[in-house]
């Protein structure tokens, strides 16, 4: 059954699009994220009155269809295509800039996923391991891999940039 509970409606408006946006960073795909996203919340009607914390719910489901797609799929569609911006609340200008979101697309799925709901949805790091299904452990790792493949593919990017810069 459905809600009509008048608590979803003002949890689903005041929250689409910050959970778009985390949708958005864990596929890179506009229509597949707003696809994510509804269906989260559908799962989150049906249930409405037995969950607790709907925004770990939603976050959950939206990261656990994600993993199911990867499972299913093994690549995904890169597109330079931005979702539209919500309310801001700061963490659209850390996710704005284009270098942050080439090299977060370049990272494998469970990295991205750990980058994502640990420092654009500042979830600490038990309620990412939550949402993930994993251990504390292996947040931090994925997210510690990830960092450091970020500062690296950055770093070369900036020094390319720099070299192109030089030789003209």
Known sequence: MVTSDPAYTEFVLARQARLRRVAYL???????????????????????????????????????????SWRKQRHEVVRDELPDRGVPDGAD?????????????????????ALVLRYFEDLTEAQTAEVMGVRLGTVKSLSHQAVARMRAELEARRASQREREGTR
């Open 93 to 113: 200008d850390r996710a704005r800039d284009q270098e942050v979101h080439d090299a977060l697309r370049a990272l494998p799925p469970r990295q991205r996923a």
């Open 26 to 68: 864990l596929c890179g795909d506009a229509a597949l994220a707003e696809d994510l996203l509804q269906e989260a919340l559908i799962a989150l009607a049906s249930r409405w009155e037995s969950v607790d914390n709907p925004d770990a719910f939603v976050r959950r489901v939206i990261y656990r269809q994600r993993v199911s």
